[in-house]
C-alpha cells in the first residue's frame, strides 16, 4: 500500500471518528460505551496477532508498564473525550486533542529532560494562540458558559493522553512488543471504563439502534485497529516528524464534518486560529534544516 494511501487512511479516518462518538450518545453511558469498544477493539488486536503467530507474552513487570499506558492512553481520556463532546461539538474536542502535542513537549522535557528548543517554543506557542481563536466565538457567545465543561474536559483528555503517550515512549524505549502492547493496552482501558461504569452505575446498558452499531464497529475496526495499522505501518516507513503530520490535517476535517452534521459555524477566527495551529504543528514536527536544503537555503545557512 503506497504511503500516500496510508497518509489519507489515517487522517480520514482518526478526522471521522470523532463525530463518530457522537452517535454512542443516547441510553448507554458513555463510559459503558468506550468499554465496549476498546474491549472489542484491543481483544480483536490480541486474537489477530495470536493468529500472525505474533508472540502476546509478556511479563508481569511489562504487563503493569502496558496497563498504565491502557489507563492513561485508552481509558480515562476517551472517557474524558466522550464527555466532552456532549457539551461542544465534535470538532473543537478534536481541536483541543492536538494541543496534545504541546503537552508531549512539555511532559518529554519534564519526564526524558529533553531540551525545548526555539523551534519547538515558537510551535508551540502557535499552537496554543490557534486553539484559543478557534475557540474564542464559542466561548464569547451566549452559550460560552455551558461550552467550559466541555473545554475543560477535553483539555483534561489531552493531558491524560499525552502522560499516555510517554509512558508509550517509555515502553518503546524498552522494547516492549508493539502491536501486543497496543492490543493489551486497548482491553485494559476498556476494563477500566467498564469497572467505572459499574461501580457508579450499577449495570451494563446497551443499544442495538443500527446507528449505535454501525459507529461501534466503526470506532472498534476502523478508528482504532485500521487507522492505528494504517499510521504505524505509516511510521515505519518515513518516519515518527514525517508521519507526525497526520496530527495537523486530523482536526481540519473533524471541524469539516462538524460544520456539515453538528451545524457548527466557521468563523474568521476559526480560519485564522486553524491555519495557526496547524502551522505551529508543522514548524514543531518539521527538519527545519532538511527543509531549507530542500529548498537551497541550507547550503547559504552553512556557508
Known sequence: MPNSLLYLLSTLIWGSTWLAITFQFGDVPATASVAYRFLLAGGVMLGWCTARGV???????????????????????????????????????????????????IGARLVFGRTIDAKSSIGAVMGIVGIALVFWPELTSVRGSASLPGLGLGLCAAILASCGNLVAQRNREANLPLLPTIGYGMVTGGLVALLFTLLRDGRLVF????????SLAYLAFLGSIIAFASYLTLLGRIGAARAGYVAVAVPIVALVLSAQFEHFEWHALTFVGIASAAIGNVVMLADIQALLGRIGIGRFARA
Open 55 to 105: 508472540s502476546i507474552r509478556v511479563s508481569r513487570q511489562q504487563l503493569g508498564w502496558i496497563a498504565l499506558q491502557g489507563v492513561l492512553m485508552f481509558g480515562v481520556s476517551y472517557m474524558l473525550v466522550y464527555e466532552a463532546e456532549r457539551h461542544i461539538p465534535s470538532g473543537l474536542v478534536a481541536v483541543l486533542n492536538s494541543s496534545m502535542v504541546i503537552f508531549n513537549l
Open 207 to 214: 443499544d442495538l439502534r443500527p446507528s449505535y452499531l454501525g
